[in-house]
């Protein structure tokens, strides 16, 4: 999108609007005008972003957001400290936590392997994950099921095992509402891998 008759702070703004993921430039532009005649709602944007870039860290454990260290699921007593979770993302613990299913505790990765992409082990939170395995029988790989997340799995399993934990993999399949017509041919095969007695 040509931003050449835009003002120049209105061609930044939705430049900027235009690289957050899933905003392509007709958004961006819908999104910069709608801000600026919403003075109030940029105004809470702006501080809301601000805040929590000031506030938001990294657990100092297991490597979620947070706003205090270590995070409110590290502290929880509850949880067991025996089963952790591997997890891409901070936004899988949400995740993970709506199903009110896993009781354990949480490691963030902040991404996968990926060769192409310059991304190694050392990107990784991979160290501090080695480092929090006292205790730990049970390592749940909860990673996407993309080349990447597959082969981190693969990484991961391949460090962990020789120190005698149990590596599992969250399991792949049909999603709940879906048909086999539709799905494709890796998804049937991980469905059946996974199939359990009813």
């Given amino acids: 999108m040509d931003f050449l008759n835009y003002p120049q702070p209105l ?5 900027c609007l235009a690289r957050l993921p899933g ?14 005649q919403q003075p109030q709602v940029s105004q809470d944007l702006a501080q809301a ?21 270590p995070c409110a699921l590290c502290q929880n007593p509850q949880r067991d400290p025996a089963e952790l979770c591997v997890v891409e993302h901070p936004r899988d613990v949400v995740s993970l936590e709506k199903t009110k299913e896993f009781k354990g505790r949480y490691h963030v990765l902040h991404g996968v392997l990926s060769p192409m992409e310059g991304i190694g082990p050392e990107q990784l939170t991979i160290n501090l994950l080695l480092k929090r395995l006292e205790g730990v029988q049970e390592v749940v790989m909860a990673l996407n099921p993309t080349v990447e997340g597959e082969a981190t799995a693969l990484y991961l399993a391949r460090l962990l095992k020789p120190l005698g934990i149990k590596v599992t993999r969250i399991a ?7 048909d086999l017509e539709y799905a494709d041919e890796v998804t049937i095969a991980r469905a059946l891998e996974g199939r359990r007695q009813l």
Avoid: M, W
């Fill in 11 to 15: 061609a930044d703004l939705i430049s």
């Fill in 49 to 69: 972003i601000t805040e929590a870039n000031h506030n938001i860290k990294k657990c100092s454990i297991c490597s979620n957001f947070t706003d205090q260290d």
């Fill in 23 to 36: 905003i392509g430039p007709k958004t961006a532009g819908r999104l910069a005008f709608y801000l600026l």
């Fill in 172 to 178: 792949h399949g049909l999603p709940v509402g879906g």
